[in-house]
């Protein structure tokens, strides 16, 4: 099976920047997602990795490194409808998605 | 654009039950998927399908059957529901089922299984 960690929970100050981290045993490796999921709604499309390096969009980021088998999303001036979970998901060479169990983010007034 | 559905939005079903949650689409992706998910595993990969016509096995298969025969709908049975059936289900298309394809989620259906 694919193995995928990150942490369960996370809690940050309105206006601040927080990281989360993923990192990734997998049988293969075609690209990485993030996808973020508000309490009780369905998962939507954040940020797509598949060379390394950083992808900048707005005030969020994705980070990639293969060789290290790691990737984070950076959440900057973070508003309150940040809180939410965020996925971390492989694909790998079976071409199905593989996800982590989530990171639940709380942002803090 | 309705993007994705899914009914019942809720369902309460005694164990033994036959139950098929339904999904459709509008987007006339090719692939569709269907995921649990639980508190601290993730989503999982139940069946997907790369086209109508076409399926196949997840993760975690046992217990459910789909079928696919048009683009649209991507309908989940559960033949004789059982208590550890009890999840959050998400159905998903994607445009190709390739590795670089976004897939979009539909709302999902809160499933519990006494």
């Known amino acids: 099976g694919q193995n995928i960690d990150q942490p369960t929970e996370m809690t940050a100050t309105e206006g601040a920047i927080v990281q989360i981290n993923c990192t990734y045993q997998?049988?293969?490796?075609?690209?990485l997602f993030w996808y973020q999921q508000h309490a009780g709604e369905a998962p939507t499309f954040l940020s797509y990795n598949v060379l390394d390096g950083l992808e900048e969009k707005g005030r969020f980021s994705s980070f990639l490194s293969r060789s290290k088998g790691y990737s984070y999303l950076l959440l900057k001036e973070l508003q309150m409808k940040d809180s939410a979970s965020y996925l971390c998901a492989v694909i790998p060479n079976d071409y199905k998605l593989s996800f982590g169990a989530g990171t639940t983010v709380t942002v803090r007034a | 654009i309705a993007g994705i559905t899914q009914a019942p939005t809720s369902q309460i079903l005694a164990a033994g039950r036959r139950m098929t949650l339904r999904c459709t689409q509008d987007?006339?992706?090719?692939?569709m998927y269907w995921y649990r998910q639980d508190l601290g595993l993730g989503l999982r990969l139940i069946h997907y399908s790369n086209t109508a016509g076409t399926t196949g096995k997840g993760e975690v298969p046992d217990g459910y059957s789909v079928s696919r025969a048009n683009t649209d709908d991507f309908p989940l049975t559960l033949a004789s529901a059982v208590p550890s059936q009890t999840s959050v289900y998400f159905c998903?298309?994607?445009?190709?089922?390739?590795?670089?394809?976004?897939?979009?989620f539909g709302p999902g259906t809160r499933l519990t299984v006494l």
């Open positions: 998903a298309s994607s445009e190709t089922g390739g590795p670089t394809d976004t897939q979009y």
């Open positions: 987007m006339r992706h090719n692939a």
């Open positions: 997998t049988s293969g490796f075609n690209g």
